[in-house]
């Protein structure tokens, strides 16, 4: 057996134990501290949205992909005439297409420059730069419905762990949980600077799915130690929740990392290899997510919905019987440790007795002239005589119901002739 599975077993027996719920405090404090880095970079950055939601420009060509291909078209762009193309999007599709994304442009005086300027650069006619202009009432759409499949997301959570659990504090748990995971992911990107493309949304909602998995695992396991637990004075509803995180610990670290390498390795590719495109988009929102969400499933919601069941009069009535329990149990053990240093002393044995100085009186002492004790063994004489004979009265006669006497049992020898 491997160190880390001997490692899970004690976990799962209480052997060794991490107290994740009564340093709940903490926690909080951790997150906390990340939530409002994350609000803050939101609301001094800024999101970085794409084309698809505030609108602009769409231009495609076909060109040779090389090292220089992306800083190429991003001076050609720039030196074309028009204004603020600075912050252009260049990416490539493939290894023979060039895709350009701007700001919303004047399709008169402002889209055949830039055309021109991409079909100098990739060595093509202009007709052949295909072009679109995206409004940013698309991009709303796409904002609108977006917000609406999270509410009706969050609607369906809610209903379903109070379906399964018959507990709406689970619910709440839940919930919080998600909405931790949801801001930090956004306020990642925003720290980061990555843009926002609808590949991000369908990444934050897949990250949701997973966060909310995790948390249902717990929660179960929870429901499972807690099940009798109002029956036995042998442990609080706190404890029997922290024995929960710790038996499925080491599941959700294993269970984290086979799901998060396949998306670094995304991300590395998306964001260092290929340089731009939707990839490293999807990517950072499942790396991300995909984080939080384990780190929220045990440090956040278990001990949040330990604190909100220990503020039940029937949890607080079984937390002081598992105290008076205790005291109880400690009282017994002190006063039977007091007892054990108490007992006397064990005297010498026979042995060590003999080896001890003997004390000789005086010649001249008032006791010279007392007859000492006989130390002489007493003798036994044995007779060899036999034992006198001991005289039996004679055996009364019985009659019979008839009263005549009833024959004697006789030697041969003695009987009448």
């Given at each position: 057996m491997s160190?880390?599975?001997?490692f ?52 495609q ?9 992306v ?16 912050e252009?999007?260049?990416?490539t ?23 021109a300027?991409?079909a ?8 052949e ?47 919080v ?24 949304v369908?990444g934050?909602l897949t ?19 807690v099940r ?17 995180v ?47 969400g384990a ?46 240093s ?40 044995i007779?060899?005589?036999p034992?006198p ?17 009833q024959p ?8 009448k002739?």
């Amino acid at each position: 057996m491997s160190k880390l599975s001997q490692f899970g077993h004690k976990l799962y027996t209480g052997e060794v134990s991490y107290n994740f719920v009564a340093k709940r405090r903490r926690w909080y404090v951790i997150s906390a501290i990340l939530m409002i880095v994350s609000i803050a970079s939101i609301g001094v950055r800024g999101m970085q949205w794409g084309i698809e939601f505030e609108g602009g420009a769409d231009f495609q060509a076909q060109a040779t992909v090389t090292d220089q291909t992306v800083s190429q078209f991003t001076d050609a762009v720039t030196n074309s005439g028009v204004p603020d193309l600075t912050e252009a999007s260049v990416t490539t599709i493939g290894s023979n297409q060039v895709r350009i994304q701007t700001r919303t442009l004047d399709p008169v005086a402002e889209v055949p420059k830039v055309r021109a300027a991409i079909a100098e650069e990739a060595g093509v006619s202009t007709d052949e730069v295909a072009y679109s202009l995206i409004g940013a009432s698309w991009g709303g759409q796409i904002t609108d419905r977006a917000l609406i499949a999270l509410g009706v997301f969050l609607l369906l959570v809610t209903l379903v762990i109070w379906a399964y659990f018959r507990n709406w504090k689970m619910s709440i748990a839940a919930l919080v949980a998600l909405l931790h995971d949801l801001v930090l992911t956004i306020g990642i990107y925003a720290l980061v600077g990555f843009t926002v493309t609808p590949a991000t949304v369908i990444g934050v909602l897949t990250i949701l799915g997973y966060s909310l998995y995790d948390t249902v695992v717990v929660f179960d396991k929870v429901r499972e130690n807690v099940r009798d637990l109002t029956s036995s004075a042998r442990q609080t509803y706190s404890e029997a929740a922290n024995l929960a995180v710790n038996q499925v610990l080491v599941r959700s670290i294993n269970t984290t990392i086979i799901g998060v390498l396949p998306v670094a390795a995304l991300l590395f590719a998306g964001a260092f290899i290929l340089g731009e495109g939707p990839l490293k988009d999807l990517a950072l929102a499942l790396f991300v997510g995909m984080i939080s969400g384990a780190y929220s499933s045990i440090f956040i919601a278990t001990p949040l919905l330990a604190q909100f069941k220990e503020r039940e009069p029937e949890m607080q009535k079984l937390t002081k019987r598992v105290l008076a329990r205790r005291a109880k149990t400690e009282a017994k053990a002190g006063a039977g440790a007091r007892a054990n240093s108490a007992a006397p002393v064990a005297v010498a044995d026979a042995e060590d007795a003999e080896d001890l100085p003997s004390y000789d009186p005086p010649a001249d002492s008032a006791e010279e002239d007392v007859a000492e004790p006989s130390l002489e063994k007493p003798r036994i004489t044995i007779s060899t005589s036999p034992p006198p004979a001991v005289s039996r009265p004679p055996r009364p006669t019985s009659e019979g119901a008839s009263g005549r006497p009833q024959p004697q049992h006789k030697p041969r020898s003695q009987r009448k002739k």
